[in-house]
């Protein structure tokens, strides 16, 4: 993980750590990163309704909307191996990439819900068990020559027991990956990751949403300042 690196700290270094992984023209990529349940989407709408009127903003997810992500999903619903889903979720985000590489460089701003840390924490957790190993280091090998850093990984931070009474408040049906002890081992494996990735931001995601709302959307604003009126 050599991109990867263990810094933290107060409010403020974090915002100027933004302001110098921002580009310093042209787009902006933006992620959004979470266990099921912690309010990316309803987040990810507010970001988009508060930078659309003044930047050309694009908003996209994984697993994404082409035939690969659809082969993500069948997977997700058939029996298949979990080193097969590792791969077809990095197939996918090899694809996705370079249409979010497309984005950036027109200078939009670019909103994704969920990115390799997704496959780095949900498939971490499954293949540890199976490799008897710590599987990141693998799955980074395969996502490392295919992705793109983003500029900001916001990550949303809140104990599983708290994200499933969202999600089952929510929705009738619980994927296979909404269980308790699942999703609380995937919770710590994103929070490792948080520590060794310089893109992502810890947000508590268990305070009331308009906290998490404001907190979110001044990251984001550090994030994409140099850009503003330049679209
Ligand atoms: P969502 O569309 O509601 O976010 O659900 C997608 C599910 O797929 C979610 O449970 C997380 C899971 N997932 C992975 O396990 N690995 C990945 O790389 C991605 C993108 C999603």
Known sequence: MNRMSGTSGTEEQTLQRIETLSRSSGGRFIVF???????KSTLMADVEAELSPSHDVVTTAEPSDSWIGDCVRQANRSDVSPFTEAMLFVADRTEHTRRIREWVDRGKVVLCDRYYGSTMAY?????DRMMGADSMDWLWSLNEPVVTIPDL????????????ERVNRTR???SKFERLGYLEEVRNAYLHLAKRDRSYVLVDAT????SVRREALTLVQACVCSVRGGI
Request: aromatic share 0%; proline share 6%; glycine share 10%.
């Open 33 to 39: 990163e979470g266990i099921d349940g912690a309010g």
């Open 123 to 127: 498939q971490s957790v499954v293949l």
């Open 153 to 164: 990984t916001v990550l949303l931070d809140l104990p599983a027991k708290t994200s499933l």
């Open 172 to 174: 009738e049906t619980v």
């Open 207 to 210: 305070r009331p949403q308009r």
